[in-house]
């Protein structure tokens, strides 16, 4: 089983920035798909960002422009660079890692917090 560590919330002003990190256990990194995924109180988790072992990303509408997903396979690690944080980006954000032949593994989760 993969074990996946994220790294990098807390608590920010809206406007401000911060950096997830994402490292990843195990061998053969780069032929799976990274993603970020978050749950914001009283709300369903929903995915943020998504990274094909192509590069190819994806993102929800409502970070695009200001959230970027990059990775780095050498180290196994995938990250999640936020700015323009608003208070409705809140949430808990998960780590994923999605397999090309299924099962996917889920990082514990990091708080981030935006006051306004």
């Known amino acids: 089983q993969v074990q996946l560590v994220e790294s990098g919330g807390g608590l920010v002003q809206a406007g401000g920035s911060l950096r997830l990190s994402c490292a990843a256990s195990?061998?053969?990194?780069?032929?799976?798909?990274m993603g970020w995924y978050r749950q914001g109180p009283g709300k369903q988790r929903e995915l943020v960002a998504i990274m094909h072992s192509s590069g190819t990303t994806s993102y929800a509408d409502s970070v695009k422009g200001r959230f970027t997903i990059s990775r780095d396979n050498a180290k196994n690690t995938v990250y999640l660079q936020m700015n323009s944080l608003k208070p409705d980006d809140t949430a808990v954000y998960y780590c994923n890692l999605r397999p090309p032949f299924g099962g996917d593994s889920w990082g514990q989760g990091t708080q981030v917090t935006v006051s306004s």
């Open positions: 195990g061998s053969f990194f780069s032929i799976n798909t």
